[in-house]
């Protein structure tokens, strides 16, 4: 896994320009080494910020939306439509706004399908099992990148700190009891989001200093998820100065003035 490192920039509406652009650059590179790309969405506020601001550049059109896979790292267990969905919220920001291929956009069922969340994570896995290569030597395809918001608690996709979900060796795991809500939730767990080639963490605001601070210590997984999200080839934590608070100067590099 590798070392992460500390990218800072002035607030969160930089931020999430500067990531755009970031993912922006990720998927043209990639698409241009491999044919297409694979890309995992988060939900919260500076992941759907992200989606939005991709959205609003011309840049956007270097992307071929129709040759990249889309997955999402969580989902609460709502029916489809519902405002409080990732996947409602990555659609109005972003993937209404380009040409995906709906055969691409893979999105974790809600109960309307009539899935319980065991279910639900079950097909889900089955899917990420049915995507991966022989090269990526699991269950889960080695994704391009993985965007993963965190929460002021150091909750990364749905995985909350204590909970069972983070001793679960399978890649995806129904959630219950959640202490933010709604309290069921579908997720990728640990071993999944370390399968990824690159992880990028996101996050923004003074509320998230002391998690982003333990996330990069070596606190246990279990009491801070954070801390596992991490990707084999390269593991960055995108911030801005107001969350990078409470790391140590040496580790934080100032990107905006
Ligand atoms: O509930 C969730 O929260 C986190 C972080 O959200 P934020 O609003 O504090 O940025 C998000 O990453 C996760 O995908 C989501 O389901």
Redesign the pocket.
């Known amino acids: 896994m590798s070392v992460p490192s500390v990218v800072v920039h002035r607030d969160a509406d930089v931020l999430a320009n500067a990531v755009a652009a970031r993912i922006i650059t990720r998927l043209v590179d990639v698409q241009s080494a491999k044919g297409s790309a694979s890309i995992v969405l988060?939900?919260?506020?500076?992941?759907i910020a992200t989606l939005a601001a991709i959205a609003a550049t011309p840049a956007r059109d270097a992307v071929d939306w129709r040759r990249l896979d889309i997955w999402w790292?969580?989902?609460?267990f709502l029916p489809s439509g519902d405002k409080e969905r990732?996947e409602t919220g990555a659609r109005e920001a972003l993937l209404d706004h380009v040409d995906v291929n709906p055969e691409r956009v893979h999105v974790m069922l809600g109960p309307d399908s009539g899935l319980t969340a065991e279910e639900s994570a079950e097909s889900y896995a089955a899917e990420l099992r049915r995507a991966a290569r022989p090269e990526d030597h699991g269950p889960v395809p080695g994704f391009d990148v993985m965007l993963?918001?965190?929460?002021?608690d150091s909750?990364?996709?749905?995985l909350f700190p204590g909970m069972p979900a983070l001793y679960d060796t399978r890649p995806v795991v129904a959630v219950h009891g959640a202490p933010?809500p709604p309290p069921t939730?579908i997720s990728l767990t640990l071993p999944a989001i370390q399968s990824s080639r690159e992880v990028w963490v996101v996050?923004?605001g003074e509320e998230?200093s002391g998690a982003v601070r333990l996330a990069l210590s070596d606190s246990g997984h279990v009491q801070v998820p954070a801390s596992g999200a991490r990707g084999r080839a390269r593991t960055l934590f995108l911030l801005d100065r107001a969350a990078a608070s409470k790391i140590p100067p040496e580790l934080g590099r100032i990107s905006s003035p």
Request: charged share 25%; hydrophobic share 30%.
């Open positions: 988060t939900g919260g506020t500076v992941g790292g969580d989902e609460r990732n993963l918001g965190m929460g002021p909750h990364v996709a749905s933010k939730r996050a923004a998230k």
